[in-house]
């Protein structure tokens, strides 16, 4: 039986979730990885996508779109500007997600930036498969 | 000396008025408990955000290329202050003392030769700054539409202050609003967003970033404007909730006194009139 360290998902508005887990998935900006515990100390930001939480209940899912996450050997910090569970996930939240991802897009400098941002959003949507 | 009925009159009327100071209490006492509900969730964010923002901004910042958000511009001629403010009336001092608050650093500035540009959000302020700095207005946000206080509303605003910030409108920016201490006591604060600033220790613990740490500090620096711009304007909505409980409470007490004293009045003219009858009845059975 691996350790367990705590999980705590925040939103600017409130605690999404706060839990024990065996290992968190999380979809860092220059790829995903997984922390469990023992952890290097890290800190790193997020492409949209999903990230998961594996506990003795079960996984538990959550889209975001953003953010960055704390790791620390006992702890896993993710602080998401939008976090829903994947389970709420429907067609026409990912729609809007996508237009809101495709109009913050347009507004960078940086296209390729941009259309990162637009693909990973389009990659998460296939994920969930909605 | 009104008369009887004209007392009467008045009675009732203020007795409305205290139903509805009471009413606005009440409602101002449960809209209170949400919002302060609302400024505690919000604060593991707020300050995991500052935590490791104050972490970076200290091994970064004193180096070459830094974040023009961090590091400022390298001059502080043009200031923007972000005056915020609620939509209502009724709750009080609390939009004169932010207003107050500004007014003097704004006053400030200008003796010191500065620029001054305002951003008002919310109705009030820009109403009380009109007469005095309508020239230096900026902008205004109308916060009348929001029913629930979303972290969107804090984008907004801070995309808003984040474009003029790159387009080179103004060096120092800083948010004017009231913190909420308790239901009697709310603070008016200016707090100062760009370049950033950030109280207390750093985190010490050494970590691993990824990407490198200015990538990340880039990319954390603009949401930190909008996480402050949340936390303070749900500060604000709790203190103006506070201040019209207390306010509204002051005047139900205010009415319900006033009452009590045209009640007296009332009463007094009423046994004057009963008195006067009964001296006319009986010097006049007397005359027979």
């Known amino acids: ?130 | 000396m009104p008369s009887l009925k004209d007392l009467k009159n008045r009675i009732a009327s203020v007795k409305n008025t205290r139903k509805i100071t009471k009413a606005m209490q009440m409602v101002a006492a449960a809209k209170l408990r949400r919002a302060q509900e609302a400024a505690e969730a919000a604060r593991p964010y707020a300050e995991r955000m500052n935590a490791v923002m104050a972490g970076l901004a200290s091994s970064v910042g004193g180096q070459e290329g830094a974040p023009r958000l961090l590091s400022g511009t390298g001059s502080d001629r043009v200031h923007l202050l972000v005056v915020m403010t609620s939509e209502r009336g009724l709750c009080g001092g609390f939009n004169s003392t932010i207003v107050r608050l500004a007014k003097a650093r704004a006053a400030e500035l200008l003796a010191q030769g500065k620029t001054v540009r305002i951003l008002t959000v919310g109705k009030k302020g820009r109403e009380q700054l009109k007469r005095d700095y309508s020239t230096h207005f900026v902008g205004h946000v109308d916060l009348s539409e929001v029913r629930k206080m979303g972290y969107s509303v804090a984008q907004g605003i801070a995309r808003d202050i984040l474009a003029r910030f790159d387009a080179g409108e103004f060096d120092v920016a800083t948010l004017f609003f009231n913190r909420f201490q308790s239901v009697i006591s709310q603070v008016p604060t200016a707090q100062q967003i760009i370049p950033a600033r950030f109280e207390g220790a750093a985190t010490t613990a050494l970590y691993d970033y990824e990407p490198g740490e200015e990538a990340i500090l880039a990319d954390l620096l603009p949401r930190g404007v909008a996480t402050q711009v949340f936390s303070a304007l749900l500060e604000n909505g709790a203190s103006e909730q506070g201040a019209r409980m207390s306010a509204m409470d002051n005047a139900t007490r205010n009415a319900g006194d006033m009452i009590n004293k045209l009640t007296i009045q009332y009463n007094r003219s009423r046994q004057a009139a009963i008195t006067k009858e009964l001296i006319e009845i009986i010097s006049g059975a007397e005359a027979l």
Do not use: C, W
């Not at chain 1, 889209?63 to 709420?88: C, D, H, K, M, W």
């Not at chain 1, 495709?102 to 930036?113: F, N, P």
């Open chain 1, 1 to 130: 039986m691996a350790g367990t360290l705590q999980f705590d998902l925040v939103s600017p508005e409130r605690r999404l979730a706060a839990l024990t887990a065996t290992e968190v998935q999380i979809p860092g900006a220059e790829g995903d990885l997984t922390a469990m515990e023992g952890h290097v100390p890290t800190i790193t930001t997020l492409r949209p996508g999903i990230v998961r939480a594996v506990s003795a209940q079960g996984v538990t899912a959550y889209l975001v779109t953003g953010g960055f996450a704390e790791i620390n050997p006992q702890s896993v910090t993710v602080l998401a500007e939008r976090a829903v569970p994947v389970a709420e996930a429907n067609a026409a939240l990912m729609d809007d997600l996508l237009a809101e991802a495709r109009s913050q897009a347009a507004a960078l400098a940086d296209r390729d930036a941009g259309e990162k941002l637009v693909n990973d959003m389009l990659a998460a949507r296939a994920a969930l498969a909605v």
